[in-house]
């Protein structure tokens, strides 16, 4: 069994920070790309960030030079800095992880999701 667990999620206001933590569990043999994804009310869920086993990240246009992804593999953890907050930020922020397993080979698994919500 695999279980993504985040936190993080809360309430800030406008220009303020948060920081979105992601740990995996499991029988894992390795983590290839982990990421972050989000899903406001009424739209389809969107990529904000991704980073593979070597620290290579990609990050969508609408965040760069605000947010910043980072891993630490030997916690199987991913963390998503967000700095200057908007509420256009609001959503549901879901991690993702693209693993091996032992048996049972390359699998993809999804948190449960963690809200943010940008308001003054």
Known sequence: QVQLVESGGGLVQPGGSLRLSCVVSGS????????????????????VATITSRGITNLADSV???????????????????????????????????????????QNYWGQGTQVTVSS
């Open 28 to 47: 894992i043999a390795s983590i290839n790309v982990m990421g972050w994804y989000r899903q406001a009310p009424g739209k389809e869920r969107e990529l």
């Open 64 to 106: 760069k030079g605000r947010f910043t992804i980072s891993r630490e593999n030997a916690k199987a953890t991913v963390y998503l800095q967000m700095n200057s907050l908007t509420p256009d930020d609001t959503a549901v922020y879901y991690c993702n992880a693209d693993l091996t397993r032992l048996v049972y080979g390359r």
